[in-house]
């Protein structure tokens, strides 16, 4: 038993402990960052008097950052290290997160965009550099146990972002509507738009502060080389040769309509559950605030079925509990499309249950015995990410329509997540099915 606990973080005799932890870390700061801007798009909305369509531009830039960096962030980590892939990303995080106050001084949307999209190149260096070290420091055999342990630690940074989100920039918006800001003439929006923006940017600039601190606790830490000291790009072959892989095309292909899905899910949760809770008499703001409890509420049911999961992949085979998990969130998701009333919102909560162990399992099944190919290999699949920039605004658009097909529209949006837990369960099952074949 004490062999088999050893083996997650160890290999060749060498503990991976102290690099493990640090790098743990990591998860934890871009889940702040990913769930600290999900509710920024009703923000933002409503702070600039936009559409819903047009404030899910910040999740086109956001996950854009994710799809433009991956592979160039590939290409830096096999020429160098993780470690060096794992600073850059940090810096480049710091260094979007305090571009909040330039872009606060512009007074324009635009700026807060540019500012989001080199954060998240600085989240693609990261995540392209992270989750293939993880893999890397033990065993093949428990890797994708490993891998689910360390981003099980991601979602308590969501949760922290969600928080933050809630308590220090929804809770201090001004209460005013967003029918009554249509009213207001020009000066007044003016100042209004800037004493809103003033609350917004201020955790933006904290975080980056304490990521500028993590910078330099792993820049004076030893770590592990892992393999990564491989000068040569080869870079159209190593693409040529990993997209000829079934498992991990079909993989890319899933972790685009899983990120796709959960973002949709965390980012419409507010539209989703204010138009609910404002059916039934609450104000706008009131409703916005208990929308993102819930959301947090979904959170921690995330968090810990990623601890339960991670501790069945023991037992259940990676594929079928990724199958099992996404043919309920189609269950779920259903509910949410069909039910007018607080019961879609227990089910859009639900739905975080099943999403607990998607992308780790996605990602650890397609890297399975990639080798030094994994730094090519991750970088498909982070800028399968694209999923989270592509398909909010689709179902934002949706949501503007008002109603569609003689229901609230912000309900019928979610046909959208339906679709993507529907290609999760035929990679899942596929993945399953494989493994079958290769026990043979």
Sequence with gaps: MAQEKQSIISKDGVSYLIPFILI?????????????TNPMVKAFSKIFRMSVTDGAL????????????AFPAAMFIRKYSYKAGILMGLGMYAIGALLFFPAKMTGEYYSFLLAYFILTCGLSFLETSANPYILSMGTEETATRRLNLAQSFNPMGSLLGMFVAMNFIQAKLNPMETDERAMLNPEEFEALKQSDLGVLIGPYLIIGLVIAAMFLLILFTKMPKNGDQSKEINFLPTLKRIFGMKRYREGVIAQFFYVGAQIMCWTFV????????MAEGMPELEAEVLSQQYNIIAMVIFCCSRFICT???????AGMLLGVLAVAGCVFTTGVIFFQNIWGMYCLVAVSACMSLMFPTIYGIALEG???DAKFGAAGLIMAILGGSILPPMQASIIDLGTCLGMPAVNVSFVL???CFVVITIYGFRSYNRSLKVKR
């Design 370 to 372: 990639m080798g030094d």
């Design 24 to 36: 743990t870390s990591c998860f934890a700061l871009w889940g702040f960052a990913n769930d600290i």
């Design 311 to 317: 501790f069945i992949l023991r037992y259940l085979n």
């Design 270 to 277: 507010i539209q989703y559950g204010t138009r609910v809770f």
């Design 58 to 69: 910040v999740q086109v830039a956001f996950y854009g950052g994710y799809f433009a960096m």
């Design 417 to 419: 997540p339906l679709i």
